[in-house]
């Protein structure tokens, strides 16, 4: 495969989120492949090393500290990107959060709050940002980091799943209201991935030597729920953005990427913790 089809060059990207975690994998896989980065981020210290490591890949950096669930400071961030390098390419629709707490006992702030964050987040962006690519006329990428919970039950994250599953079908309806200008609109969904906020470092920089362990139990428990054995990496993130974005994927739209290891394809199957063979969790393996 020759190596332009993966290239981004002269391409700009947006990247909300991108201050850590998948975000910041995406960020640097698109610059790496040529691509100047928009980065909209809530933590400051978090634009500051992004910038540094975009720049040192030779390419540019525009890190606007942005509050995604504000649609003010969101359009404000589009506005700088298009007045900054007059274009935009491509759109990662990456930001987002999520607590655990059943829904009977989450207040309506906190709905909001999910909702917001989640799914308004996008709605704002993707709204400021396709002018420009259509302004542009040379098409485009939009990439939304949804989750295996947009797919699936996900008892302790009601409003967080919603939000996830709107978002894989906002993705699919947009394919087609978008397909007339050249613009694709994809989903990845990945489960659980190594990153800042699964270990812990949720503010400042992001410090690997600060992340919280993965224990045996933890470990042994992801090898047998998970088909691969193990946690994603965020940079396989990275590397399925990258498809998305570049001339790879040329011929698709609206689709939901897993991003899982497996875990969509198992829907429910684990490996038993004795026999290592696949069961069903619900099902006992021995007569009661």
Same mark, same amino acid.
């Given at each position: ?61 525009? #890190?606007? +500290?942005? @509050?995604?669930? /504000? ?9 700088? *990107?298009? !007045? %900054? ?117 949720? #503010?400042? +920089?992001? @410090?690997?030597? /600060? ?9 042994? *428990?992801? !090898? %047998? ?64």
């Amino acid at each position: 495969m020759a190596a332009s089809i993966t290239q981004l060059d002269g391409q700009v990207a947006i990247v909300t989120g991108g201050g850590g975690g998948i975000g910041r994998a995406i960020a640097l896989a698109l610059a790496q492949a040529g691509a100047d980065i928009v980065i909209a981020e809530i933590i400051p210290e978090r634009c500051a090393e992004v910038e540094a490591r975009v720049t040192e890949l030779g390419r540019q950096c525009l #890190t606007v +500290p942005t @509050d995604m669930s /504000k649609t003010d400071q969101v359009r404000a961030m589009v506005d700088a *990107a298009k !007045a %900054r390098f007059g274009r935009i390419d491509i759109l990662v629709n990456n930001a987002g959060g999520v607590s655990r707490k059943n829904f009977l006992e989450q207040s309506e702030n906190s709905w909001r709050r999910h909702i917001d964050l989640n799914l308004v987040s996008m709605l704002a962006a993707t709204s400021a940002a396709v002018p420009v690519m259509i302004e542009g006329g040379r098409g485009g990428s939009i990439i939304n980091v949804s989750s295996i919970e947009g797919s699936r039950a996900a008892p302790g994250y009601a409003v967080y799943s919603a939000c996830k599953a709107g978002m894989n079908n906002y993705t699919r309806t947009m394919a087609l209201e978008l397909a007339e200008h050249g613009i694709r609109v994809n989903v990845i969904a990945p489960d659980w991935t190594m990153s800042p906020g699964t270990r812990g470092n949720v #503010t400042g +920089p992001v @410090d690997e030597a /600060k992340w919280l362990p993965i224990t045996p139990e933890m470990a042994d *428990a992801t !090898a %047998r729920r998970i088909p691969l054995q193990r946690p994603g990496i965020d940079v396989e993130c990275g590397h399925a953005a990258l498809y998305l974005a570049s001339a790879m994927s040329s011929y698709v739209t609206g689709i939901v990427l897993p991003v899982d290891g497996g875990s969509w394809a198992s829907s429910g199957w684990v490996r038993d913790k004795n026999s290592g063979k696949w069961v069903l969790v619900e099902v006992p393996t021995t007569p009661a």
